[in-house]
C-alpha cells in the first residue's frame, strides 16, 4: 500500500521533537510554546554563523513545512549550533530528503555543526524511508492522543524550554 505523505505531513521540527520527548511533540502540537533560548541550546536548532551568511538567501520555505537553510545543486544543508541531539538532526533532514522525494526532487544532505567544525553528510536509504513513515504515522497518533506522554526525566529536561511546565505539574 502506498504511503499517504499528504494525510501524515507534518512540520519538520515535529520530526526533530519526536526524536527527543514526545510530551515535547504533544505540547508543541497543542499550540503550548514556551520556546527561549535555552530550548535553542538543548536542541542544536538552527543558527547562521558568518560562514553560513553567505548562503543565507538560499533559505527555502517548501509547502510551509520545511524550511531548508541551504539548497544547491545535489544537497540541502542544515545549520546546527552543536551535535547534541545527532538522532534528532539527522531524522528532520532524513524528512526532508524523503519528502522532496515525493516531490520527485532527489537530494542528499549534510549537517553542519557549527561548534565542531564538523559535516555530517545523509543520505536517504530504503530504511530509513520506512523510519520515517512509521515516525510520521507515531507522530499524528502522538497529536491526537488527549493527554501528553508521561514525563520520562530525560538527561536534557533541565535545558527544554517546557521544563518548569513538566516539573512543576509532577510536583502538584
Ligand atoms: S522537560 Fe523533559 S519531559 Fe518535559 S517536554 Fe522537555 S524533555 Fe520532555
Known sequence: MDFELEKF??????????YICKRKL??????ISME??????MSGKIIHEDSYQRKKNKEMLIDNVLRLDIVDDEYIREV???SRMP???EMQLMYYL??????????KGTINYVKEKRVDEIELTEEKEEEIK?????IKSIENQKNPPKLENLPYCRKCSYFTFCYVKEEE
Do not use: E, M
Not at 527561549?36 to 541550546?41: F, G, H, I, P, Q
Not at 512509521?134 to 507515531?138: A, P
Open 9 to 18: 505531513k507534518t512540520q519538520g521540527v515535529k520530526v526533530n521533537y519526536y
Open 134 to 138: 512509521n515516525t510520521l504515522i507515531n
Open 36 to 41: 527561549d533560548t535555552s530550548d535553542r541550546v
Open 80 to 82: 546546527k549550533i552543536s
Open 98 to 107: 524523503f519528502y522532496l522525494k515525493h516531490l520527485g526532487i532527489d537530494k
Open 26 to 31: 504533544w505540547l508543541f502540537s497543542k499550540g
Open 87 to 89: 538522532k534528532a538532526d
